[in-house]
Nanobody
């Protein structure tokens, strides 16, 4: 069964850091672009915004609000990708989703990603 499973979310104070993990089951993650998206409280199910993406050549792209605060990486041996979030703010509170594109497909919009995890909640208090 092909699926993505996220972990590492939690409730933290402003200024803290978290490291989110995404593990792939049933398919490799090292041969496709990967992305992290988030959905803020109150948003509709399909209203997700990009946090970061990582292409197969190692190029990362971050949303402007995350530049300088985030790192995205992958561990090919474990079929896992990571998203490190630093200097967290209350407005970062959201459900964070891992997404995998089909091989050979790249992009930054949610429509470019074929597989999605169930999400991991990040809550930041002031």
């Amino acid at each position: 069964q092909v699926r993505l499973v996220e972990s590492g979310g939690g409730s933290v104070q402003a200024g803290a850091s978290l490291r989110l993990s995404c593990t792939g089951f049933g398919f490799p993650l090292d041969d496709r672009d990967m992305g992290w998206y988030r959905r803020a409280p109150g948003n509709e199910y399909d209203e997700c915004e990009l946090v970061a993406s990582l292409s197969t050549d190692g190029t990362t792209h971050f949303a402007d609000s995350w530049k300088g605060r985030g790192t995205m990486s992958r561990d090919n041996g474990k079929d896992r990708v990571y998203l490190e979030l630093n200097s967290l703010k209350p407005e970062d509170t959201a459900m964070y989703f891992c997404a995998a594109a089909l091989r050979g497909v790249g992009g930054l919009s949610p429509q470019d990603y074929a597989y999605w995890g169930q999400g991991t909640q990040v809550t930041v208090s002031s």
